[in-house]
């Protein structure tokens, strides 16, 4: 069922209420601060439409009411109204981002910072990988007992004991094989055919059991993947304990426990090619965690291609007009911040 008019200015006028003071709305509270020329009998019988709909919910029976999931997406996609920054935050942003930051990395971290300061919420941001990492040595080195530490060298050293009986012998030609196959590469050139022709080569030839072969490959392609990984940054976390959403200790340990985990974050932040800014309303969320929470993102971009993402994170009702305005502004600025750091402007 379609809404009407009348109903689409009283949803709006809910949720503009709810997202300033928290509370559960009546139709009183609407019926004075709004100047829709209605009484509060027939704001109170639109309410209850708007709940049969499956727009508003009603927590308690003598409760005003509060948006739906159904009714913040309503809100997001046609009734929220177009949000103008200050002036005068714009040109502080556009300061704080000038050409003078030359390291990418700090650069995107900086701007994670001020998105939250802007608007107020936590924010999460990704940083591209600027340099592709390549293997530059691997070593194998026998242990005491049936193990061989495997050294992975690229612009980080990353080691790992395996279990497996080889000599020093066996290590060096092991070892020779691979670095001959797989130095100066990087992830995406560790083809199948690559290693199929190591296996082939290191098995078949030095008699180097498939299950060692395995676990040696494995922890070299996840070194140089992770290597390859964008990093993730979390600004003002702490904020969260602003909105009485988070008030529960529970609650509070739990989401702060899932920004701290940045395998959260880069699931989260995975998919970058989307365009615009989009929203994730509380179950359109997929961890249980964030089912009370709100996600809106931006991507930004270099040479028309999405490089990483900025996203703030906040309880439903957070203000998504001004949100919204924030990440244009700050995708934008990254995007030219992005160019000039990379050399193309």
């Given amino acids: ?69 159904a009714g913040y997406r309503f809100y ?28 990418l990395d700090m650069a995107v971290k900086r701007a994670g910072f001020l998105t939250s300061m802007l608007t107020d919420y936590t924010t999460v941001i990704s940083a591209p990988k600027t340099e592709r990492t390549e293997i530059r040595k691997i070593d194998l080195v026998p242990l005491s007992g049936d193990a061989i530490m495997l050294v992975i060298v690229t612009d980080a050293v990353r080691n790992r004991i395996i279990g497996s009986k080889l000599t020093e012998d066996e290590c060096e030609k092991l070892a020779a094989v691979l670095n001959m196959r797989l130095k100066n590469k990087a992830a995406d050139e560790i083809t199948y055919d690559v290693i199929s022709q190591i296996e082939t080569e290191v098995c078949g030839k030095l008699g180097i059991e498939p299950k060692t072969m395995i676990n040696v490959l494995n922890f070299i392609y996840e070194s140089v993947s992770v290597m390859n990984d964008s990093e993730i940054y979390v600004a003002n976390a702490k904020s969260i304990l602003k909105y009485p959403e988070y008030r529960d200790v529970d609650k509070a340990r739990e989401i702060f426990s899932f920004l701290e985990d940045k395998r959260n974050l880069k699931k989260l932040f995975a998919e970058t090619d989307d ?43 957070m203000d ?5 305005a924030s990440l244009d502004l700050i995708s934008h600025e990254i995007n030219k911040l992005v160019g000039y750091i990379s050399g193309d402007s």
């Fill in 76 to 103: 997001v996609n046609s009734l929220m109204k177009r949000y103008r920054l200050g002036l005068e935050a714009i040109e502080r942003l556009q300061a704080e981002l000038a050409g003078r930051i030359s390291r």
């Fill in 275 to 317: 365009e615009g800014i989009k929203a994730k309303i509380g179950k359109e969320n997929e961890y249980e965690i964030l089912k009370d929470s709100s996600i809106v993102t931006a991507n930004y971009s270099l040479d028309g291609k999405a490089v990483g993402k900025v996203g703030v994170i906040g309880p439903k009702r």
């Fill in 1 to 69: 069922m379609d809404l009407n008019e009348r109903k689409k200015q009283i949803l709006q006028a809910v949720i503009d209420e709810y997202i300033g003071s928290a509370e559960p709305v009546g139709s009183r509270a609407i019926s004075k601060k709004n100047e829709l020329g209605l009484s509060s009998a027939t704001i109170r019988n639109e309410m209850a439409d708007l709940e049969e709909m499956g727009y508003l919910i009603q927590p308690h029976t003598s409760s005003g009411r509060i948006p739906s999931d």
């Fill in 320 to 324: 998504y007009a001004k949100v919204f």
